[in-house]
């Protein structure tokens, strides 16, 4: 199954086969793509959809060196670039919004940007900055009502440039510890407004973003991704962790969204999603599932042939293998990755992966 065609009423992919979003830290000038970026992307249009690396919807979401942003006119004729050259190889591409939140240092940030989380707590440890080298995260303000509104309709904005730039459609980033999961994580959320304090509280500004950015674009070209029970910048799991994803889940699937993606951490370290909650996610979900996290050929085709996903997102073996679908098929052997280059600018590490034939 995993490399057979996959139809719905407004997407058309080749195989099962997705390829994650991995930030790559390459946009180098003024947070905007570049030819580079639109190579490495177009290397691995064989998979049957790409979701970009996190891209913010928000001067405000730029929180790491480098990453692309999706906000401004520029940016948008960068992104089209990309877009041409995975769709001139016949694949598809979703853009992964994220805006990073409190997971920020200031030196990260443009001028006039500044750094906003659910509350005024900074998010422990430290990030990589150009300017300063290893920095502690910057304390954000906490965001107000108005905030949030103004939030809301940046991610309804950039979608609507998405679809401009030439993208099938957008991954709203609610995992890994960035603004929607501050928002989800009770961890994170210590609010006590209409935006805190209860399951549906915490569900009201993923569930807002969702909503608004389905308005703007139409729900058949959104999907979203959730890891419930992941660890990464200082959320976890907390007591209503599975009832409160559960009631997010039905409410998405309520807005007609295309996909939700699903990230198991494990493989990195960090507790596993339970195998209850993937089941009951799944079938309170009515679009595709897509479920993400150390899959391999064997198993991502046993999940497949389980019923347990419609679609396998692979991550760092489409970093190293820009042919990972044609190496699967074949059941060859990988190219390792080289880590020391993940986060480097310029094409080493990034664009060189030798392919199969080569």
Known sequence: MLFEPLATASLQLANRIVMAPM????????????????????????????????VSPSPNGLGYARIPGLFNDTQVRGWKAVTDAVHARGGKIFV?????????????????????GPTADACPGEMHTDAQGMQPHSA?????????????????????LAIEAGFDGV???????????????????????AYGGSIEGRNR????????????????????????????????AFADVQAQYLALTQALSELGLQYLHLLDHSAMGAPPVPAELKSQLRTAFRGLFILAGGFDRASAASALKAGQADLIAFARPFLANPDLVERLRADAALNA??????????????????????
């Open 96 to 116: 992964q919004l994220m805006h990073t939140g409190r997971v920020t240092h200031a030196a990260n940030l443009p001028a006039g940007a500044e750094v906003l």
């Open 205 to 236: 500004f993923a569930l807002e973003v969702a909503r608004a950015t389905a308005a703007a674009i139409g729900a058949h070209r959104v999907g979203i991704r959730l890891s419930p029970h992941g660890v990464f910048n200082s959320t976890g």
């Open 140 to 160: 954000p303000r906490a965001m107000s009502a108005a905030d949030i509104d103004h939030a809301v309709g940046e991610y309804a904005k950039s979608a609507q």
């Open 23 to 54: 930030t790559r830290s390459r946009a180098v000038e003024a947070n905007t793509p570049n030819a580079l970026m639109a190579e490495y992307y177009a290397q691995r249009a064989s998979a049957g959809l790409i979701v970009t690396e996190g």
């Open 171 to 193: 991954e709203l980033h609610a995992a890994n510890g960035y603004l929607i999961e501050q928002f989800l994580n009770a961890n994170v959320n210590q609010r006590t407004d």
């Open 337 to 358: 990755v080289d880590m020391a280059t993940f986060y480097t600018p310029g094409p080493k590490g990034y664009t060189d992966y030798p392919a199969l034939a080569a």
